[in-house]
Structure formats: structure tokens, C-alpha cells
């Protein structure tokens, strides 16, 4: 059988080459780990890519060997089942808990924010030795505590935003703090993580490279779009009068991307000799994000039907599992931290609040399949489908039987009342239990945590005053915009946790005619002001790489100016910025960062 350093270089010849820096085999350098090392473990999460997007569920109209070659080497799941969008799946396989139970009610504004002392995944396996990584999208909170470098990784390079607007040579955030990403992010992600896991020669690994592809804007380099831009779509969308064919071909390149970011991390898995004795993850966060071919699922992202929530997760630890083993019953994505934990003899905290199951032994074929009385959840918006066995109950109440009919076109409610009144009772038992204490509850955010002293405020999560506008619909990676008048401004709502001085930094757009002008920002103790002595550049970043017309706003090639220091006492407050020149036009703020000195 060949190597998949051999699929990668075969499956993508008429798309790119691969690196030879990637795929130079350091076997002969290094030992192969001890038989009975700790396995490592390297988590892939995708971005909107549905059950119909690989080519090994029935997709000719793109090519995605690499995946494919990892569900025929390892465990595939038939019906896996994540959330509608992307902040609850993510917060649920962080801490296999119901995303309402720890506070992720939104993916944007706070909503997106898991509740700080919870325990993770991550913090489970830093106890246990592991070093621990992020690389790519977080979306389950921006300042300390809610940082993924507070939640249990040691080393994160991304952005926590639902997100992103611009996908080349855009700010990142490593580690708290923002830099210039390099190149495409997908690949840009993909380096980081090989780079983390080749630093790792004596600790074990729990590294989630978290994509943020085929998520919009829809921006894919030309070596992939070549490939698909004049396709001719073959399979359409189950509600085909609804595919926008060209944003379905950018959909398909960004894939074929995604999939050969995925071969360079099991091509350096298999360089470093440690790819027997790794556990890889492959799962998405939710369901496609347009119509297109979905293999006759009914729902695309946002929606608690099979096509909004239905996932591939493909499990591979040749070490322990059989190859080319397909699970039938249902499992959902609260079952990966207990799995993951146990495989790897971790111990979680807390494992009594947990909702999620222990597949372990399962999937290495010592245990019967997991129970069909399982109730499996899906939940957006206040919308709840409710999956036991081969049923669902969906947010309308009908019933359909997900063997027989998955795309679910026929009801049985009435031929199954029982069933249909059971599921009906626990959707509504649930929803009790959890909206009206979670829904509609505004947080303050963070800043001054006694550990991690720099906060981030993102014009996500502040609101406008006045004639002050976003720049878009989508508060995520937005700026603000539109001072006109003295009672204009931005105000974040924040909670100081540690009181002190601190150092203002603004990120801004500034075009010329507010030069001369000044940014005021006040606190409870006063104001500090900034004065814009130069312009920058404001030309609009992204949409001339877009493949199809965005519904994100764009961004600017925002530059960092700092302001003098100030003092901040312990407490909830509002932090406001106003501009003092109406007779000039304002600049584009995109963020501002407050660090304690």
C-alpha cells in the first residue's frame, strides 16, 4: 500500500506540487517512538464543509484523496452529528458539554463565549503531559479568560472571531498577541502546526488544526480556482433552484485545499515516524454553507436538519484501530473529549457533567455499539430536532426515519405517535432547562485578568452611538465608522478585573481628511486622547480576491497607533471613543487593546 506521502504528491499532481520541505522524510534522524509511548493526537476541523463535500461520499466534482485515504485507513462515522453553527460545535468538543450549559448561546457580540473555569479538553491533557496547540479559528472568546492561551493550549496562532475578513498577509493572533499572518491561511495554519508538532521531541502532542475554510468570504489561491472556476456543475444542491454556482465552485476548490493542508500534516506526520502511534481527528462544525450537492440531505448551515448537522468524523490510530471500520449508530461531537480522554488514558474533570459518550472501546472493537436510546440534540436559534435510533423529530414536529429516508421527504408522525410524542417532550424538556437561563444574558467583557494583563476589544464586540455605524450586518471582523457629531462614539462594555494603569493601542484605517483630528477615549477615571498625525492606506482588502461577491464587509490594512496611558478602576464601566473633529472625516476603528503595566 503506498505511503500517503505518495497520495498527496498523486491525488494533487494537477493542482500543485507539494513542498519539498514537507515531504523530506526525517525518519532516518529520528527514533520511532517507544511501544508504549503515549499516543499524540492531531484534530482537523473544517469550517462549513458538509456531509457531500469529500469525494469518498459521492462528490465527482472535486477530488479529496487525502481524506478519503484517512477514512479507508481508519474509522468512519456514518451518522456523527456537530451543531447548526460554528461557536456551539467548537465549545462542545472542547468540553463535551451541551453548548447552552456553558453559556455559547451566538457566535458573535460575547454570545460566542465559553464560560470561563470550565474545564477543556486542552486543560485535561496539559495536566497529563501533553503540549497543547490551536492553530486557526477559536470562536469561543477573545480577552482572558476566554483565550484559548487561558483555556489549556500552550501555543495558539489564529483568530478567536467567528470570521475572518481577509484570508492573505492579514493580523493573526499568536499567543494574545496580534501579528502579521503569512500567505494563505489554511496553509499559513498547516505551517504552524507542523512546526509545533516538530518541536515536540519528548512530550507527547494534543495539537486542533481548526480551518477556517470553506467558510466565506470565499477567497482560495489560483492554483485550486483554476481547477473549478469554469466547472460545470453536475450535481446540484438539494434545493437546487437555491445553489449559487459560482460560490459552489469556489466551495469546491477551497476543499481540495483544505484536503491538501490535511496531506501535509500526515505527510510530516509520517516523516517524523510518529504517524502509527498518532490518533487523527477529521470532523466539520456544521453543515455546508450554501446549497449545493449534499447527497440528499434536507438543510444547510443554521439548520437543525440531517444537512445542517450532519459531519464526516473520520478516527485513524493505526496503533489500535482496524482499518476501514464504518460505525452505524449515531454518535455527536459531545462524544469526542471522553473518547479522545480515554484512548489516551487522560483523565477529565469533572466527568459526571459531562453529556457526551465514551466511544473508546467501541472503536477499538472491544464493546458492542453504543446504545440506540441515546437522545442526540441539535439546537440553533431556539429550534431543536431531536434524533434517538434511526428517528428525528424536527423543529417542526415531524418525525421521519433517517434509515429508510435521510433525506427526510416523507413524515411518520402519524403512523409513529409514540415515538414522535416522546421526542417532543424531550426537545421541550431541554429547552426549559437550559434557554431561560442562558438566552438574551449580556456579559461584560474582560480586561485586566491578574495573569494575562493585554485584552483585545474588537469592534465585534462594542456597540455604535449616535450616527456611528458598523461596517457591516456581520458584526464579526467589522470596524466602526461614521462620526459626525458630539454624541457619537463606541462603547464596549467591559469588566476591569485588576485595577491599574494601562496602555492604549488603537488599530485604525485613517484616510487623509482626518488627519489633524483626535480619538478620545474615557473611562470612569478620566480620558486619554490620540492625536492622527499621518494617513494610511484605506483601500478596502479582501473583495479583489474574492471569488464571489462576499456578504462579509471588507477590511483595511489597519495600523496600529498608540495612545498615552490611563488609569482604570476595578469594576463594570463603559469605555467610550469619540472623535473631536466633526469638521474632518473620522477613521475606521477596528480595534483597540488596553494591557496593564
Known amino acids: 500500500m503506498p505511503s500517503l506521502v505518495a497520495v498527496l504528491a498523486a491525488g494533487h499532481s494537477l493542482i500543485v506540487p507539494i513542498p519539498a520541505a514537507v515531504l523530506a522524510l526525517a525518519a532516518l534522524a529520528q527514533l520511532a517512538p517507544a511501544a508504549d509511548a503515549p499516543p499524540n493526537v492531531l484534530v482537523v476541523i473544517a469550517d462549513d464543509l458538509g456531509w457531500g463535500d469529500l469525494s469518498a461520499h459521492g462528490n465527482k466534482q472535486l477530488q479529496t484523496p487525502i481524506v478519503d485515504r484517512l477514512a479507508d485507513e481508519g474509522v468512519s462515522f456514518e451518522r456523527f452529528y456537530v451543531q447548526p453553527v460554528c461557536a456551539p460545535t467548537r465549545a462542545e468538543f472542547l468540553v463535551g458539554r451541551h453548548h447552552l450549559r456553558v453559556g455559547v448561546t451566538g457566535v458573535s457580540q460575547g454570545c460566542e463565549r465559553l464560560d470561563a473555569g470550565v474545564p477543556t479538553i486542552a486543560d485535561a491533557f496539559r495536566a497529563a503531559g501533553y503540549a497543547t496547540g490551536l492553530f486557526g479559528k477559536w470562536h469561543n472568546g477573545t480577552q482572558p479568560p476566554y483565550h484559548p492561551v487561558c483555556r489549556g493550549f500552550d501555543e495558539f496562532y489564529g483568530f478567536t472571531s467567528g470570521h475572518w475578513g481577509h484570508y492573505y498577509d492579514f493580523w493573526l493572533d499568536h499567543n494574545n498577541r496580534m501579528v502579521m499572518g503569512q500567505g494563505y491561511c489554511a496553509d499559513d495554519f498547516t505551517n504552524h502546526a507542523i512546526g509545533f508538532m516538530d518541536a515536540m521531541s519528548d512530550a507527547p502532542f494534543f495539537a486542533v488544526v481548526a480551518f477556517n475554510t470553506p467558510h466565506s468570504p470565499m477567497q482560495v489561491p489560483d ?14 444542491g438539494t434545493d437546487a433552484n437555491r445553489e449559487d454556482v459560482d460560490h459552489t465552485r469556489a466551495a469546491l476548490a477551497m476543499c481540495e485545499n483544505l484536503d491538501w493542508n490535511v496531506g501535509r500534516l500526515l505527510a510530516h506526520l509520517e516523516s517524523r515516524g510518529i504517524s ?6 477529521f470532523f466539520s462544525d456544521n453543515g455546508p454553507n450554501g446549497h449545493r450537492w449534499n447527497a440528499g440531505l434536507r438543510g444547510v448551515k443554521g439548520s437543525t436538519d440531517e444537512g445542517g448537522v450532519r459531519s464526516p468524523l473520520i478516527v485513524r490510530w493505526p496503533k489500535r484501530l482496524s482499518p476501514g471500520t464504518i460505525v452505524h449508530s449515531p454518535a455527536c461531537v459531545l462524544d469526542l473529549p471522553p473518547t479522545l480522554a480515554s484512548l489516551c488514558g487522560v483523565a477529565l474533570a469533572a466527568t459526571e457533567e459531562l453529556d457526551g459518550a465514551d466511544l473508546s472501546t467501541e472503536l477499538v472493537g472491544e464493546a ?20 434517538r435510533g434511526r428517528h428525528v423529530l424536527d423543529d417542526r414536529g415531524r418525525l421521519y426515519d433517517l434509515v429508510t429516508d435521510p433525506g427526510q421527504t416523507q413524515d411518520v408522525a402519524a403512523r409513529e405517535p409514540e415515538i414522535a410524542t416522546d421526542l417532543s417532550s424531550a426537545a421541550d424538556a431541554w429547552l426549559e432547562r437550559f434557554t431561560a437561563k442562558r438566552l438574551g444574558k449580556a456579559q461584560p467583557f474582560t480586561v485586566g485578568h491578574p495573569e494575562y494583563p493585554r485584552a483585545y476589544l474588537p469592534a465585534r464586540d462594542a456597540e455604535g452611538v449616535g450616527r456611528v455605524v458598523r461596517s457591516n450586518r456581520f458584526p464579526n471582523c467589522t470596524y466602526f465608522t461614521g462620526w459626525s457629531g458630539h454624541n457619537d462614539a463606541v462603547v464596549w462594555d467591559v469588566e476591569v478585573l485588576t485595577p491599574g494603569v494601562y496602555h492604549a493601542e488603537f488599530y485604525l484605517a485613517v484616510p487623509p481628511a482626518a488627519v489633524g483630528g483626535s480619538l478620545v477615549l474615557e473611562t470612569s477615571m478620566g480620558a486619554t486622547r490620540i492625536a492622527l498625525t499621518e494617513a494610511t492606506d484605506c483601500e478596502p482588502l479582501g473583495p479583489a480576491m474574492d471569488r464571489v461577491l462576499r456578504q462579509e464587509g471588507p477590511v483595511m490594512n489597519f495600523r496600529s497607533f498608540d495612545g498615552t496611558a490611563l488609569k482604570l478602576e476595578a469594576g463594570r464601566q463603559e469605555l467610550r471613543v469619540s472623535w473631536d473633529d466633526f469638521s474632518n472625516k473620522g477613521p475606521l476603528l477596528w480595534q483597540l487593546c488596553l494591557e496593564r503595566q
Do not use: F
Not at 492554483?223 to 446540484?236: F, G, K, L, V, Y
Open 223 to 236: 492554483r485550486w480556482w483554476n481547477r473549478h472556476r469554469t466547472q460545470t456543475i453536475t450535481q446540484q
Open 276 to 281: 502509527d502511534n498518532t490518533i487523527v481527528v
Open 368 to 387: 458492542a455499539p453504543a446504545s440506540q436510546d441515546r437522545t442526540l440534540l441539535s439546537h440553533w436559534n431556539g429550534r431543536v430536532a431531536t434524533r
